[in-house]
């Protein structure tokens, strides 16, 4: 992705330094920049930071998970505990996706790995606390 960037920059160097006279050639060049700076915007935009592509996994896990598809919310709870290992709701969610689908072991541990990382996560506390006793 950053070598896009890159060559466009190139291109855009290369294409206004050319010195060639003439009203069709300036409306060329107006017209590339615009071209140029779109497409430049538009991969700023999907070059979201890790906090966005967190949130991003987050928040499709929780879709897959409220429509029954624990499989895939595993892994997009997996996907963004990545980005954060230290991403307690996603722990949480995850010890949920895994209580559904009758793991029981991998549960536990993903609601202790909450609980370790936010003790203020009360529904993490309330499953651990469900296995437990």
Known sequence: MDLIPQILTSYLLNFFLLKKPGRVHSMI??????????????A???CGGPEEKKA????KGKALYEQGDYVKARLEFKNALQIDPRYADAFYWLGMTELKQVNLKPALGAFSKAVDLNPDL????IEL?????
């Open 29 to 42: 060049r107006r017209i590339a920049a615009g071209v140029v700076i779109l497409i430049l915007a538009v």
């Open 44 to 46: 700023l935009i999907n």
């Open 56 to 59: 991003k996994f987050f928040n």
């Open 122 to 125: 009360l529904d993490a506390q």
């Open 129 to 133: 606390g469900r296995m437990l006793f």
